[in-house]
């Protein structure tokens, strides 16, 4: 592997790298680690990208993600400068080819002159003065004035001393974290069969699946009755399909519970483990549909796990869900979101959270910066996002307009001196995040780029309704939850879906308990299965209460989603 890199990519290997000196130095070649390297790069600044596993692309190309979580808005796509350059490069395409995209993000680095180690991984950091000033990896020391962390854990600013929450600790359910996936290759899948499958109005009606170009989605009916060997352990969702060049499939559809840390040698453990049930899934699929996977072979898996979620930055701002949701922008803001806060389960057989689809949202600086570290940025899921936020902030087109961000933010303090941005030179990035003026040279740069900044669209807050502040504090809790279709508004004088109400109460019981009120809960939801996508009735919903013990509700219908708040707030406390 390294005789070809040092064939193809000589700018990788750096002569004396122990002693080398760099303006940045970026840990994990993630998307967002490379855009931040590559725009650091752009800039005028040597960078030497850092990566401990052995491949570029981190989530896209190690742990084949291979559709990306697109927001847009009537202008487009929220998301330009170095995440539009990628876009252009793999097709202009939702989902793609992993080769493909492995490939741009090398010619990205190449044109930059960005110096690239592999397979490096953190041995010590040293601190001096709430600075970090060294990591060492096996081949020897590297220093640099700044650093961005850019791994999905946060490793390297949690081995310098920053300070985080565990999992959804700040909603005060638990410290769990949402399922992480292995996803696996299919051959011998005819995807004709599967494109039509998708698309029978009947199946798209039912289940909303669907497929285009290269993405296929749904299958949710099939993998209902799949039984796994551990079901504390794994659980099959609706299959997420990729067509890659060679016609093979990439599965996003394999859950992994009990995924908390961020140990390397675990991690590993538990990928090969999924692995075999990764062959039970295949062998299942065969039997139950021989018509489109009767001739489908288990053709590899993921090198790596594909990680949702770990720990969350206490940085100088944590953005909230209502901020997401609501479309809040800051005068900080260094990249925009629009995803929909769609988590994945925290427990096996629990229906999935959807929160709604934010307006788009603007993701202040403030948020990759930790308190105890002043020359360091976080870029990944694990920056300073509440952990309900991060079910949008979390998704790769954002990160990787924030890892250029990053860069450029960097840049901009290594030149502020020479630019005349302040009298006094910025040292470090608190500093930056308290300079109105040099904040706004960064916006400035980042939107020279082609980064978008701001949209024409907004939210709607309705403070003055009943429930207002109540659906705000079950929202950051992932406890309000809303259909797609729900833009930019908590929607308090819409009627609330049965569905919708009750995944609140199963996400409340299944952590909080009692097991009573759970198996309520689930059993409303086999008997109502028809009405789950309505609006819920009064009549139903006291009769769900009398189910709980609670007392019945007058008034009459609609139940309104502001009604629903005022009674949620009550019911979990």
Do not use: C
């Amino acid at each position: 592997m390294l005789t070809a890199l040092r064939i193809f990519f000589p700018f990788i290997l750096s002569l004396g790298l122990a002693y080398a000196q760099y303006d940045l130095v970026v840990y994990g070649a993630t998307p967002q680690g490379v855009t931040a390297a590559v725009a650091a790069a752009q800039e005028g600044l040597r960078v030497l990208l850092l990566e401990p596993g052995r491949g570029v692309g981190g989530v896209l190309t190690q742990g084949w993600l291979a559709t990306l979580d697109l927001a847009k808005d009537r202008e487009g796509l929220l998301q330009g400068g170095l995440f539009r350059d990628f876009y252009r490069r793999i097709g202009q395409e939702a989902s793609f080819d992993v080769k493909r995209a492995e490939e741009a993000l090398w010619a990205m680095l190449r044109e930059a002159g960005v110096e690239v180690r592999l397979q490096a991984p953190l041995d010590r950091v040293e601190v001096e003065a709430s600075r970090l000033t060294l990591v060492a990896i096996p081949e020897g020391p590297v220093q640099a004035p700044y650093f961005v962390d850019a791994t999905d854990t946060a490793e390297l600013a949690f081995r310098a001393g920053a300070s985080f929450t565990q999992g959804r600790e700040d909603t005060g359910l638990d410290q769990r974290s949402m399922a992480a996936t292995l996803v696996f290759r299919l051959e011998g899948v005819p995807w004709g069969a599967v494109f039509l499958a998708l698309n029978y109005e009947g199946q798209v009606q039912r289940t909303g699946a669907g497929a285009w170009g290269r993405s296929g989605w749904g299958f949710g009916s099939l993998v209902r009755g799949y039984l796994p060997s551990d079901p504390s352990r794994y659980a099959l969702r609706g299959l997420n399909l990729a067509r890659q060049d060679d016609g093979s499939l990439l599965v996003n559809a394999l859950l992994l519970f009990g995924v908390e840390g961020a140990d390397p040698l675990s991690l590993e453990r538990m990928r090969l483990e999924a692995a075999l049930e990764a062959e039970r899934v295949v062998a299942y699929l065969r039997e139950k549909d021989p018509l489109l996977f009767g001739t489908a072979r288990l053709a590899g898996v993921a090198p790596s796990l594909y990680i949702r979620e770990s720990r969350h930055l206490k940085a100088l701002y944590r953005l909230k869900a209502d901020e997401v949701l609501l479309g809040r922008t800051f005068p900080d803001a260094v990249a925009l979101g629009g995803y929909p806060l769609d988590g994945q389960a925290y427990f096996p057989g629990e229906t999935p959270y959807l929160l709604g689809t934010p307006a788009p949202y603007g993701v202040p600086f403030r948020s990759l910066v930790p308190q105890e570290l002043r020359n360091l940025l976080v870029v990944s899921q694990a920056a300073g996002f509440d952990s309900v936020a991060a079910f949008s902030a979390r998704v790769v087109p954002l990160q990787m307009a924030l890892g250029e961000a990053a860069g450029v933010a960097v840049a901009l303090l290594r030149k502020a001196p020479q630019a005349g941005l302040t009298k006094v030179p910025l040292a470090d990035f608190h500093e930056l995040a308290a300079s109105g003026q040099a904040l706004e040279a960064l916006r400035k740069r980042l939107a020279q780029r082609g980064a978008r900044l701001s949209s024409p669209e907004g939210g709607r807050v309705e403070a003055e309704r009943p429930g207002y502040r109540e659906a705000v504090a079950l929202l950051r809790r992932g406890l309000f939850a809303g259909p797609y279709y729900l833009k930019g508004s908590l929607g308090l004088s819409e009627p609330i879906l049965l569905g919708d109400f009750l995944a609140n109460l199963e996400h409340y019981y299944r952590a909080e308990g009692p097991e009573e009120r759970l198996r309520v809960v689930l059993k409303a939801r086999e008997l109502f299965r028809e009405e789950l996508q309505k609006p819920l009735k009064r009549f139903t919903l006291n009769q769900l209460l009398q189910a709980l013990g609670e007392g019945k509700l007058s008034g009459a219908d609609p139940v309104t989603r502001g009604e629903a708040a005022l009674l949620l707030y009550r019911l979990l406390p």
